[in-house]
């Protein structure tokens, strides 16, 4: 049996500016630092592997030292349930700020209140009100 699964976050040398912009989105957000870069020829100031704790989910997060021609895809996102409307339009808007908005706040029939943004990073996040 697994001991865990999973989101994990590769960059591309942002990892860390995301790391930071997501602290600010989420000020409650736990950090912890998992490992380190010591591949040889790793670019210095990479992003080591690292948990990123968002009300109570643990996202993996890091710089691949190896460069690759895939990135972020909003087919796999991260849902966010929030508490209030208030909520949800303050992490819309913050999320979105250089990225973009796939389905603006509103009413879907699924969800009373629902917004899908894509932020500067290319990480989708889906957010909700519960």
Not at 54 to 75: E, K, M, W, Y
Not at 98 to 122: A, I, K
Request: net charge negative; charged share 20%; hydrophobic share 40%.
């Amino acid at each position: 049996m697994p001991k865990s699964v999973l989101p994990f976050l590769m960059f591309q040398g942002e990892g860390s500016a995301a790391l930071d912009f997501y602290r600010s989105v989420f000020p409650d957000a736990k950090v912890e630092p998992v490992g380190k870069h010591d591949e040889p020829g790793a670019p210095p100031g990479l992003l080591p592997l690292t948990r990123l704790t968002i009300a109570g989910q643990t996202i993996l997060l890091n710089d691949s030292p190896v460069r690759h021609a895939f990135t972020f895809t909003p087919s796999m996102s991260l849902f966010v349930e929030c508490r209030s409307e208030q909520e949800l339009r303050a992490l819309s808007d913050a999320l979105k700020q250089g990225g973009s908005e796939l389905m603006p706040v509103g009413s879907y029939g699924f969800s009373t209140l629902f917004s899908w943004v894509t932020d500067r990073f290319g990480v989708s996040w889906q957010i909700n009100v519960a």
